[in-house]
């Protein structure tokens, strides 16, 4: 699918939180999501012992707190905005059973791409 202006606009969206708040070895992701109306959702992720959370889930736990039903559009960033992030299995799970027609965006920072969240490409942790 290709890259609307309104994606790369959520890429730097979400590259912006990832620049303010991903400052400690706690909040290491940050996820931006597009509302059908153009509404934007973005959350940081939580890396703790006893309780992670994706930044993913961050943003669709923060889009139910809001009230928005559907989310159209979602990346998620890493690195302070330098790489995009493929989200993990659970969040492919979770986001396409909440949004089966959820847009993506992956890949290379330089020349990301959209996919649909039903073709996303598996994830495979570093290390
Ligand atoms: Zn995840």
């Known amino acids: 699918m290709t890259m609307r202006d309104t994606d790369r606009a959520l890429v730097q969206a979400a590259s912006a939180v990832a620049k303010l708040r991903c400052r400690s070895a706690m909040h290491t992701h940050a996820a931006a999501a597009r509302t059908a109306d153009g509404r934007v959702i973005s959350g940081v992720n939580l890396v703790h012992g006893s309780a992670s959370a994706c930044a993913e889930v961050i943003v ?32 492919r799970q979770l986001l396409a059973e909440r949004f089966p027609a959820l847009r993506v965006i992956i890949g290379p920072a330089d020349n990301p791409h959209v996919v649909p969240v039903g073709e996303l490409p598996a994830f495979h942790a570093a290390g």
């Open 60 to 91: 669709i736990a923060t889009a139910a707190t809001q009230g928005v039903a559907d989310l159209e559009t979602l990346v998620t960033v890493e690195d302070r905005g330098r790489s995009l992030h493929t989200p993990c299995e659970s969040c």
